[in-house]
């Protein structure tokens, strides 16, 4: 007798343990932000990815970007999008892209900062 009630219990232990390690689970997922355009602001599906160049070299922390748009909005603009530039909020016309930075950050993420449209970042003549 004494060892069944051992057995229910630790059985009890165990599904609670599973069922917490699952809400855990559910809540990381339920916290990640989805990806958006920063040209049009629609929303990336999985899979989707913007349109863009990264310069080289590769094995640095920062590389230059360029960032054409989204496959909404690059090259053909779906109707009701608007392209506009996140830094100086004017239109972006279909044949211009934005200048961003990449960050390679540890453990193979990365993050893009956006540094402004062809209108308002031009480049250094150095």
């Known amino acids: 007798m004494g060892i069944a009630v051992c057995v229910i219990i630790a059985l009890i232990v165990w599904i609670l343990k599973y069922y917490q390690n699952l809400n855990k689970k559910n809540t990381k997922s339920k916290n990640?932000?989805?990806?958006?355009?920063?040209?049009?602001d629609s929303s990336l599906y999985v899979g989707e990815n913007l349109i863009s160049k990264v310069y080289r070299p590769m094995n640095v922390p920062d590389q230059l970007m360029v960032v054409m748009g989204?496959?909404?909005?690059?090259?053909?603009?779906?109707?009701?999008?608007?392209?506009?530039?996140?830094?100086?909020h004017k239109p972006?016309?279909?044949?211009?892209?934005?200048?961003?930075?990449?960050?390679?950050?540890?453990?193979?993420?990365?993050?893009?900062?956006?540094?402004?449209?062809?209108?308002?970042?031009?480049?250094?003549?150095?």
């Open 32 to 40: 990640l932000q989805p990806v958006k355009c920063p040209i049009c």
């Open 92 to 126: 972006i016309a279909q044949d211009q892209s934005l200048t961003a930075r990449l960050f390679n950050k540890s453990l193979g993420k990365k993050h893009v900062h956006v540094i402004g449209c062809s209108n308002c970042h031009k480049p250094r003549a150095d």
């Open 70 to 88: 989204c496959p909404r909005c690059y090259p053909k603009c779906q109707p009701g999008l608007k392209r506009i530039c996140p830094v100086c």
